[in-house]
């Protein structure tokens, strides 16, 4: 699948996200650039730990103290409307609450824990709807109700009156869609949204966010850990470790020609159906660098299997293009002249 | 919820008579009764009374029947609304505490929404700008409250009134109308010495209450439902006071149970010192001297604040948390 060639809808550039702490700086989104076009998925995929979150908190503009956007831009254009740089805005001000919520809206990790516990659900969907639509609390219900139906919540009228915490964790998940749907944003940022659910409910909650995808032809960024659900969703892959872009390409191309050696390991230690039975899963050595002895140069060469001394441990590697739509951030292609160099 | 309440409301009566037991017991404690202690008393002043009269007076108070009789009797008489007779002020109780009842509750119920209407908007800015100046400032005032015993702030508070301004705080009245019948001037002037003992009486309520208060937010303050609001769109104030200050005041709102008796226990050494006419002084005095009706009616009255108290905080903590409401009824 190529690319869309529009105007992308969010562009993200040399985003710098740092949380300054008494133990020292934690540089978690170092240097992230992405694009999420009209219509399209992109997974943003990591281990724990490598600064998805806060990407997408990033975007959202909801990082707080002691977190703070260091440098870069976040563009966001809504087809026919002026590009706004996200980055500039007033976190709390006026113009990018509009965006929050209204423009692009989040699908959190755990719905339990994103209700309030003691409102119901017809209370914080109806309050989303009316933060954002100039519309009485009667047809703001009437919304409620139209969004539930969306994400096929079974009875959407009761499930108004019920708390959070008497709904099943599918309906649970599926009434926070509805409330992300509930103003009809062009971008929708699902934060590892079918973590918290079983496999059964997560297939579910995929359908659906496929079939609204479909219907709305909103865009989604899609966090995860999981590869084989990005598989399933989505259009482009962002891989991220320890909060940098190791490589960003069309879907087929990570599964099937991965360039980057996280994203090559990354892949081997998923099973596949021609993996022999009871065999040892290949597993990426070490773990991930604690964030405040974070190493200098590339932060993978500790664990890499390509890594190259006196290169990969002093310096760190520019994202260079393979291909047309594939970005790969590592020395073994940057040694290669022919290789044009990203912007 | 209707039924959860009337539940609690028919076990009320139950409950007033285990109090009177409990009460009853508490006042005959002490060794002796009234007539020892008055005995004493007469003793102590030099003057004193031969033993025809003590067995008289004994008779006439019924003090030489069994414990379980003298108890039956004074509740058969509290059933039917007599609180019987003060034997030290020789005076129906009823009349006797009436004025002070009211003093107290006027206080009490002063000092309680002093104490939240400070402690709770305090608490709340102290946590949303948490390491601020103002956290930090409150930080050290709450310290100072909850340290600072509240008879010595207001033994320091009438020292430098009297010393510097010439004025003496003490009491609820000015001398012109103390023992005057209620009217407007009377109760204007209540209202112009109040303040005093209810700003003294809450510091120490209303620096634990915020302390408590901006732990519980600050709790509130990292959880999701948070980040999902400002996800929304919400200002940051709106969702602040929407979501958390919500489920922080949850478990406050429980303490009120034992708040309300607590004010008026609390408050017998500062009413004593102030020379308040309250009800906390009376009950010492009645303590002191065995007067066992009227320390028994006190009791009693305390032990249904508590009660009333613990039913408003119980009714109130299910209005606020649907979790225990449907826990209650379903």
Redesign the interface.
Known sequence: MTRPTDEPLLSVRNLKTEFVLDEGTVKAVDDVSFDVHPGEVVGIVGESGCGKSATIKSVLRIIEKPGRISSGSIIFQKPGEQPVDLVTLDQRGKHMRAIRGGDIALIPQEPMAAFSPVHTIGNQLIEAIRLHQKVSKQQARDIAIERLKDVSMPNPEQSLKNYSWELSGGLRQRAMIGMALSCRPSLLIADEPTTAIDVTTQAQVLDLLRKLRQQHNSAIIFITHDLGVIAQLADHVVVMYLGRVMESAPIDDIFHRPQHPYTQALLQSIPTLKTVNRSVLPTIDGSIPHPFTRPAGCPFFNRCKDAMPGTCDRHAPEAVNVSATQLVSCFKFQSDGSMERHK | MLQYIIKRLLLLPLLLFIFTIIAFILIQAPPGDFLTSYIAELAASGSSMDRAQIDALRTLYGLDQPMVIQYFKWLGRLLTGDLGVSLDWQRPISELIGDRLTLTLLLGGGTFIFTWLIAIPIGILSATRKYSFFDYFFTVFNYIGVATPTFMTALVLMWISFKYYGINISGLFSAEYVDAPWSLARTLDLLKHLWLPIVILGMDGTARLARVMRANLLDELN???M??????????WRLVM??PV??AL?PLVSTIGWYLPLIFSGSVIVATVMNLPTIGPMLLRALISQDMYLAGTIILIYMVLAVIGTLISDILLVW????IR?EKTG
């Open positions: 959880k999701p439902y980040e999902m609001a400002r996800a929304k769109g919400m200002s940051e929407k979501y919500r489920l949850n606020l948390d649907p979790r449907m």
